[in-house]
């Protein structure tokens, strides 16, 4: 069954997925138009374990996503903006990550979702 436009709330789905990591990947690459992501998996040793943070850095042409202790088994989750498509639409990623697993043993399920508003 082909889905026709999807939209959450005033937000316009232009991707949607889920990846499952093997052990030992640090990372996921997604592109969308001329934009280029990776999401970044860092765990800091539980002595300097502050809780999750994330922070973000244009490396090259990446928009590099750096999520620290976001190792969860129950899940964490972000949203926000990270490009604009043309002069009046605004690209959200959202997504949730659950990880199984421990020390360098962890697999996780990402499953996200690009949105896209339009300036009103």
Do not use: C
């Not at 999401?39 to 040793?45: N, S």
């Amino acid at each position: 069954m082909g889905l026709g436009r999807v939209k959450v709330g005033d937000r316009e789905v232009v991707g949607s997925g889920a990846i499952v990591t093997h052990p030992g990947d640090k990372f996921i690459e997604f592109s969308y138009e001329n934009l280029n992501y990776r999401i970044v998996f860092d765990t800091k040793p539980p002595e300097a374990n502050k809780g999750p943070s994330i922070d973000f850095e244009i490396v090259d042409d990446w928009l590099e996503i750096r999520l620290t202790n976001f190792d969860n088994s129950l899940g964490s989750s972000w949203s926000g903006e990270v490009g604009n498509i043309g002069p009046d639409q605004k690209l959200d990623l959202s997504f949730s990550l659950h990880t199984i697993g421990y020390g360098d043993n962890l697999s996780r399920t990402v499953s996200f979702t690009f949105t896209l508003k339009g300036d009103d």
